[in-house]
């Protein structure tokens, strides 16, 4: 799409809530333009961040009529959480455009570092930009949850590298022409828009020659990860993943180690909330791809060996 951000004074958001989406918002944002969103329900955790950057939240039943914008971006669950409110947008006879679409134009100017794969894509984002944060590339970052090193899914940086989580529904990563494209690995998921496994693979295929790295196995790296503070092999062959991309970016083995030496996690990533009476431990977790929930209670196998489940 063959569209001049410098020209847009005014975005709106149509399901601002998600954690994609609300990243983008704050680049947005960040880049001097009047953003609103439009949400269906109250969400604290990612509203309020927005809110805190002056951004103004419209909630679907307070909407009356949509405000004109330059341009619109929607969250693909709008389809069906509000259809609506999506053809009202089109009616401005402006740019109306999926997150997607919007997160590659946004992209364009940046050497992208594009982490996608069935599972591991935050973690694994966020573990890459700890990496270059700490090895001072600055790096601009979008990911799919809160990361603690920075409080936020969304860094404004000042460099030339982006790192990006790229979701691989609706084949949402071919937006993206990275200078690094990381596939941390590829199973039978969001079967409501891949045919079958073959069709996924397929997918992550023209991901993957879309990046300028020839095509590497980062398993070579697990005997240099660290003792690392999260638990589980997923998250081990994650921060293999993040050393190989590191190792691309001549970044110092001392400094990566160090670093996922240091990383403690992202929100709803295995996150420890609280341990209540009677020694029982309460973990809030995103996963629910059954590959996923097994890692998950795996890595708590190994992180308490001698408790009840």
Same mark, same amino acid.
Not at 96 to 110: H, R, T
Not at 152 to 162: K, Q
Not at 211 to 234: F, T
């Given at each position: 799409?063959?569209?001049?951000?410098?020209?847009?004074?005014?975005?709106?958001?149509?399901?601002?809530?998600?954690?994609?989406?609300?990243?983008?918002?704050?680049?947005?944002?960040?880049?001097?333009?009047?953003?609103?969103?439009?949400?269906?329900?109250?969400?604290?955790?990612? %509203?309020?961040?927005?809110?805190?950057?002056?951004?103004?939240?419209? %909630?679907?039943?307070?909407?009356?009529?949509?405000?004109?914008?330059?341009?619109?971006?929607?969250?693909?669950?709008?389809?069906?959480?509000?259809?609506?409110?999506?053809?009202?947008?089109?009616?401005?006879?402006?740019?109306?455009?999926?997150?997607?679409?919007?997160?590659?134009?946004?992209?364009?100017?940046?050497?992208?570092?594009?982490?996608?794969?069935?599972?591991?894509?935050?973690?694994?984002?966020?573990?890459?930009?700890?990496?270059?944060?700490?090895?001072?590339?600055?790096?601009?970052?979008?990911?799919?949850?809160?990361?603690?090193?920075?409080?936020?899914?969304?860094?404004?940086?000042?460099?030339?590298?982006?790192?990006?989580?790229?979701?691989?529904?609706?084949?949402?990563?071919?937006?993206?022409?990275?200078?690094?494209?990381?596939?941390?690995?590829?199973?039978?998921?969001?079967?409501?828009?891949?045919?079958?496994?073959?069709?996924?693979?397929?997918?992550?295929?023209?991901?993957?020659?879309?990046?300028?790295?020839?095509?590497?196995?980062?398993?070579?790296?697990?005997?240099?990860?660290?003792?690392?503070?999260?638990?589980?092999?997923?998250?081990?062959?994650?921060?293999?993943?993040?050393?190989?991309?590191?190792?691309?970016?001549?970044?110092?083995?001392?400094?990566?180690?160090?670093? %996922?030496?240091?990383?403690?996690?992202?929100?709803?990533? %295995?996150?420890?909330?609280?341990?209540?009476?009677?020694?029982?431990?309460?973990?809030?977790?995103?996963?629910?791809?059954?590959?996923?929930?097994?890692?998950?209670?795996?890595?708590?196998?190994?992180?308490?060996?001698?408790?009840?489940?």
């Amino acid at each position: 799409m063959n569209l001049d951000l410098s020209k847009i004074k005014k975005v709106g958001f149509i399901g601002i809530g998600g954690i994609g989406i609300s990243a983008l918002a704050k680049w947005a944002r960040a880049r001097d333009m009047e953003v609103i969103g439009i949400n269906d329900e109250e969400s604290p955790a990612t %509203l309020n961040s927005l809110r805190e950057k002056g951004i103004r939240i419209i %909630l679907k039943k307070d909407l009356e009529k949509l405000e004109e914008c330059d341009l619109y971006v929607y969250s693909d669950a709008w389809f069906y959480r509000g259809p609506e409110i999506i053809e009202e947008a089109k009616g401005f006879n402006v740019p109306v455009i999926s997150y997607a679409e919007a997160l590659g134009l946004f992209a364009q100017d940046y050497k992208i570092i594009a982490v996608s794969g069935t599972h591991g894509k935050t973690t694994t984002t966020a573990m890459i930009a700890d990496i270059l944060i700490d090895a001072g590339f600055d790096p601009t970052v979008i990911v799919g949850s809160f990361v603690k090193k920075f409080g936020s899914n969304f860094r404004g940086g000042h460099s030339e590298y982006l790192v990006v989580e790229a979701d691989e529904y609706n084949r949402h990563m071919l937006h993206l022409h990275p200078y690094i494209g990381l596939v941390t690995n590829i199973e039978a998921d969001h079967l409501d828009c891949y045919k079958d496994l073959n069709d996924i693979k397929k997918a992550f295929k023209k991901f993957l020659s879309q990046s300028e790295i020839p095509i590497k196995d980062y398993e070579e790296y697990l005997s240099k990860v660290p003792k690392l503070s999260v638990p589980g092999v997923h998250n081990r062959q994650n921060a293999a993943a993040a050393l190989a991309v590191a190792k691309i970016l001549d970044i110092s083995e001392e400094v990566s180690r160090k670093s %996922l030496e240091e990383f403690t996690g992202t929100w709803r990533r %295995l996150e420890k909330k609280e341990e209540i009476k009677r020694g029982i431990i309460i973990y809030d977790d995103y996963a629910h791809h059954p590959t996923e929930v097994k890692a998950s209670l795996e890595a708590l196998r190994e992180l308490y060996p001698k408790k009840e489940y």
